[in-house]
């Protein structure tokens, strides 16, 4: 198959749309950015890279950091995290309090917002923040075999002065005893990880070792155990959308997650990482033309997990 004659079809056929769906205006730093962009890159197992448009263009990932940090958080505390966070789909927005409430503070799974405060603040634990945030970064460029991937300190201080919910969500969850460090200084690290800027190929690259069984095949580096690689993507498949998770499986069936930046991480398992960017944003908060092109790439190759 020629996946780059694939890609070039996939940006062809999107080209018209480009600027479709709303950014995340809700953090300044995010407004700022031209929704009349899209990049897509593909690595695969096997070692090669096939990229379109802005693949690499640098983005703010946002949620997609929430991948990173919980295979940070597996590897410092095992399956002992799940005292703490749920492995169930939300079916609420991604920054709801209702549902927290209902559950005496224990997040529904570790992709909507209450669960990755939770898992930064298992990451935290016996650290200063600003250890939390080195750490957090030098494994992203481990796997993503890149010293050159950065956080975006203006886009941290953006989400810090406007992230009220956040602090509402980790408050509460101190309340229940499910954050154990001060909410200033868990959110510290939260805005910072989300502030992580990356490149669809940098991205893509980042994200080969959940689909090669745990081990990045470029490097040879063993991240997680092939065990571990599938708990993640299957969480992925679930929960990897907020409240358009179902939709997303239904629609392209990869495990996949996405951010308000506009980016997507999917995984082709055993295939094959995605990253593909588009600003402007669906009503669930899920880029609008990455979606598309995920579902586009999925139905020309075959490489849903359900079959083709």
């Not at 995340?24 to 090669?48: C, E, N, R």
Request: glycine residues 12%; hydrophobic residues 40%; proline residues 4%.
């Amino acid at each position: 198959m020629d996946l780059q004659a694939v890609l070039d079809s996939i940006y062809a056929e999107l080209s018209p749309r480009l600027g479709e769906g709303k950014v995340a205006d809700y953090i300044p730093q995010l407004a700022k950015i031209d929704p009349h962009q899209f990049g897509m890159a593909i690595a695969t197992t096997d070692g090669k890279l096939y990229s379109v448009g802005s693949a690499d263009t640098g983005f703010s990932i946002q949620s997609i950091s929430k991948v990173f940090m919980l295979t940070l958080a597996l590897g410092k505390v095992g399956e002992g995290l799940w005292k703490r966070v749920g492995r169930e789909p939300s079916g609420t927005s991604f920054n709801s309090i209702v549902q927290l409430e209902r559950e005496e503070g224990i997040p529904r799974n570790p992709f909507i917002n209450a669960g990755a405060i939770a898992v930064t603040d298992v990451v935290l634990s016996g650290h200063a923040p600003r250890e939390a945030i080195g750490e957090f970064l030098r494994f992203v460029r481990y796997v993503a075999d890149d010293e050159s991937v950065v956080i975006d300190d203006k886009v941290a201080r953006s989400e810090t002065e406007t992230g009220f919910r956040n602090f509402a969500l980790a408050n509460f969850m101190r309340a229940y005893g499910n954050i154990q460090h001060p909410v200033e200084h868990t959110l510290g690290v939260y805005f910072h990880q989300c502030a992580l800027s990356m490149s669809c190929i940098q991205l893509a690259r980042a994200g080969l070792y959940l689909a090669a069984q745990g081990t990045n095949p470029l490097t040879g580096h063993s991240v997680v155990s092939p065990k571990r690689a599938r708990r993640i993507n299957a969480l992925m498949l679930m929960c990897g959308h907020y409240d358009g998770s179902g939709d997303f499986a239904y629609r392209v069936g990869l495990p996949g997650k996405s951010g308000v930046g506009g980016g997507i991480l999917a995984v082709a398992p055993g295939i094959a990482s995605i990253g593909v960017w588009s600003p402007g944003l669906n009503k669930v908060g899920n880029s609008q033309l990455g979606s598309v092109a995920l579902e586009l790439l999925a139905a020309r190759t075959g490489w849903s997990v359900f079959g083709d």
